[in-house]
């Protein structure tokens, strides 16, 4: 296409020539394209996410380079898949604004379910412990008062942790209790989310906490 002029007092351009045969050879560029934007390629690999297939940058890069014939850096890529878990899962922030209305839903849904939300003096949230009325009537019937609590680290922008209480029924099988976040494994969140627990279980004569903890030497 070349020959291309806007008329004046227009908003619309006018081709004067049109070439159908593209002259211009794809290895003249070095399969380097700017126009390979982060979010365009993010948004063409987030089916793959959201499918459940694990897909890492170097998987990505590997496919770019063989299906289309364009090299990118790891930080494009990097940044491309972060798009596609914010296209698929949601922003970080928006998921904790969406937390009190999701809980409020999940207890309506499921009647003395026990839920709460603690926030700080700015109205940021702090802790979050969620416990099923099943998973708790099902405790006090019929599992044993073995409980193991431990923690993982929440991979987002905000960083936080997971605890997680589970115990095992009668066939072995791990059996979820309940489920906290806090902003750190610290004391304070530690102490917030054992409480709760406590509460919920009441006390039982044979009753064993086992937390787990992992202390860098």
């Not at 499918?51 to 890529?77: A, Q």
């Not at 412990?129 to 099902?138: A, I």
């Not at 976040?181 to 009753?207: K, M, Q, R, S, V």
Request: aromatic share 14%; net charge negative; glycine share 6%.
């Amino acid at each position: 296409m070349n020959g291309v002029g806007r008329k004046e007092h227009y908003m619309f351009w006018h081709v004067k020539k049109f070439i159908r045969t593209h002259t211009c050879e794809r290895d003249v560029y070095g399969g380097q394209f700017r126009a390979a934007n982060a979010n365009v390629i993010g948004q063409f690999y987030a089916p793959k996410l959201s499918s459940g297939d694990n897909i890492c940058p170097k998987d990505i890069m590997r496919d770019m380079r063989e299906k289309h014939g364009v090299e990118l850096l790891y930080t494009k890529v990097w940044m491309s898949m972060q798009h596609a878990r914010s296209t698929v899962y949601g922003k970080a922030d928006e998921s904790y604004q969406f937390l009190p209305g999701y809980f409020h839903i999940l207890a309506e849904a499921n009647p003395s379910t026990v839920i709460a939300i603690e926030m700080d003096e700015h109205n940021r949230f702090l802790y979050a412990f969620l416990s099923f009325r099943q998973s708790l009537q099902g405790f006090h019937s019929v599992i044993r008062p073995h409980v193991a609590i431990d923690a993982t680290y929440l991979k987002s922008d905000y960083e936080g942790v997971m605890f997680v209480a589970t115990c095992k029924d009668d066939t072995d099988m791990v059996y979820p209790l309940a489920f906290g976040f806090g902003d750190g494994e610290t004391d304070e969140a530690w102490t917030w989310f054992l409480l709760h627990i406590c509460e919920e279980i009441g006390t039982h004569e044979h009753l064993v906490l086992y937390l787990i903890v992992i202390i860098a030497l």
